[in-house]
């Protein structure tokens, strides 16, 4: 009888590890192991959260129109601000960051700050930045980023 108890508390506890396997695999809120990073994202934005996550945000810069795609760099850092909104009283520190890789934005660094918020969601944003129209396209200046950006906002 000792043998039997034993071997059902073996496969109970056993079925009890398989259930809370498939549990952690059908999780959403499991961090994922890939993070998709968007090939020409001018900005990304770090939540860092009060329960210890971190969470990466990038920006999507192009949005069609008159079935013609545009480049609004401006648009995108708006939602990324919305974004934060959206997070307020859940984050430590909300940064957003651009990258002013001129050439290819696939080799992204982020080294200069554009905004960042803390937890009681006090804003620090960075003055010089600035954007300009060329043909349709809404883009980030990334000369005058660059060149008055202060220190605090230099990677």
Known sequence: MEKLNTILENQFITIC?????????????????YIFKPTKARFKLVVYFKDGNKRIFYSYDSFQFDKRYHKDEFRSVKKLLELVHKYKGKYNNAIIYADTNTNSLENSKYNIIVSKFDVNGINCSNGAVQFKIIEKNTVLNLEHLINFSEMKFLQ
């Open 17 to 33: 590890n398989e259930i809370k396997k498939e549990i952690l695999e059908q999780d959403p809120n499991k961090q994922k192991k």
